[in-house]
């Protein structure tokens, strides 16, 4: 057998081995563009519940320690306490500023994002009272 009739098979074996067509590729583009426009949305919804959890957890630590004062010493803005009026804490996970103002019978509680921090959803701050009155309502 020649060297020309053994090539000849494999020519053809060669030639049915193309790849994709531009349609095949097209599609595929296609499917993965509908994947991610569904999934990165979802993803985004899932990092913003997250953070906001944080504030939540930094709120209601900050509350704790305001009602332990009050229940040791009738007051929210003893000097006794562990938090005064202006003091400020870090949430939990260090993605809020959580800033208190109270007087004698009532407090306020105000977690701001820190710049950098990632979105929350909410484009404000969160605040709890002592009456357990969470601001704004969509965020909690």
């Known amino acids: 057998m020649t060297v020309h009739a053994r090539r000849h098979p494999r020519r053809a074996a060669l030639r ?14 296609a499917v993965i563009a509908i994947l991610a426009s569904i999934a990165v949305p979802t993803y985004r919804g899932y990092v913003e519940r997250a953070t906001r959890t944080d504030a939540h957890a930094g709120l209601s630590e900050v509350a704790g ?3 332990r004062c009050y229940t040791v010493h009738n007051t929210y803005n003893s000097s006794n306490c562990a938090l ?3 003091d400020t804490r870090t949430s939990p996970d260090g993605n ?23 979105p929350d959803g909410c ?13 704004p309502a969509n965020c909690w």
Do not use: K, W
Request: charged share 10%; hydrophobic share 40%; aromatic share 6%.
């Open 65 to 67: 320690i305001l009602e």
């Open 123 to 135: 484009g404000g701050s969160l605040t709890l009272n002592h009456q357990g009155v969470r601001s």
């Open 16 to 29: 049915a081995q193309r790849g994709f067509t531009l349609i095949e590729l097209m599609i595929t583009v």
């Open 84 to 86: 005064e009026s202006g």
């Open 96 to 118: 809020y500023t959580v800033s208190v103002t109270s007087a004698a019978s009532s407090y306020t509680l105000t977690a701001s994002l820190i710049s950098g921090r990632g």
